[in-house]
């Protein structure tokens, strides 16, 4: 199985600051990569498909980036509401899809 | 408006056995694989199962291989999972997701149901 590490594990940050989610995949995954932004109680919401196209409605501050093994999710300026747990997913290795381990980003 | 509601989630003894439901709405429900992904309680997402658009092919994580059986019903708009000899460790929030598949196999899930929880414990 493919392993999806994200670092960090947890990040704190303030309202207007740029952040970055790094994911790292044990194995290439060309751009076969999604994010999800997930809140308390709430389903994970698909913000990055193919490691950089932007989700339909998704805010135009987030951003992703990578290929191969390495891969980044950017909120450029973040905002009240981006305060959440994000995932990385590999959509390479078909049909054992797994996700990384979280990032729980916190307000400073 | 896309939506996916999933029913069934209980307390069950190890060992039970329990079928989750899926409800779709708003799209074209016999175009897409479907998947179940799960979520152990404050932990990360597991993806567990998929079905193709027909029916016709499923697969299956090695951690529910042989106990769990994933089925669809186009006529009702339905996906099913079937979960039997359950354990402690299948605990976790069910979702059903609707696969968007590139090339047959690259999928990633849009959107999410609100998910049903499985209990498992004696």
């Known amino acids: 199985d493919i392993q999806m590490t994200q670092s960090p594990s947890s990040v704190s940050a303030s309202v207007g600051d740029r952040v970055t989610i790094t994911c790292r995949a044990s194995q290439g995954i060309s751009s076969w990569l999604a994010w999800y932004q997930q809140k308390p109680g709430k389903a994970p919401k698909l913000l990055i498909y193919?490691?950089?196209s932007l989700q339909s409605g998704v805010p135009s501050r987030f951003s992703g980036s990578g290929s191969g093994t390495d891969f980044t999710l950017t909120i450029s300026s973040l905002q009240p509401e981006d305060f959440a747990t994000y995932y990385c997913?590999?959509?390479?290795?078909?049909?054992?899809?797994?996700f990384g381990q979280g990032t729980k980003l916190e307000i400073k | 408006e896309v939506q996916l509601v999933e029913s069934g989630g209980v307390v069950v003894q190890p060992g039970g056995s329990l079928r989750l439901s899926c409800a779709a709405s708003g799209f074209t429900f016999d175009d897409y694989t479907m998947h179940w992904v799960r979520q152990a309680p404050g932990k990360g997402l597991e993806w567990v199962s998929l079905?193709?658009?027909?029916?016709?092919?499923?697969y299956y994580a090695d951690s529910v291989k042989g106990r769990f059986t994933i089925s669809r019903d186009n006529s009702k708009n339905s996906l099913y999972l079937q979960m039997n000899s359950l354990r402690t460790e299948d605990t976790a929030l069910y979702y059903c997701?609707?696969?968007?598949?590139?090339?047959?196999?690259?999928?990633?899930?849009?959107?999410w149901g609100q998910g049903t929880l499985v209990t498992v414990s004696s």
């Open positions: 997913q590999q959509a390479n290795s078909f049909p054992l899809y797994t």
């Open positions: 997701a609707k696969g968007v598949t590139y090339g047959s196999v690259h999928s990633w899930f849009d959107p």
């Open positions: 193919a490691a950089s």
């Open positions: 079905i193709s658009w027909d029916g016709g092919s499923t």
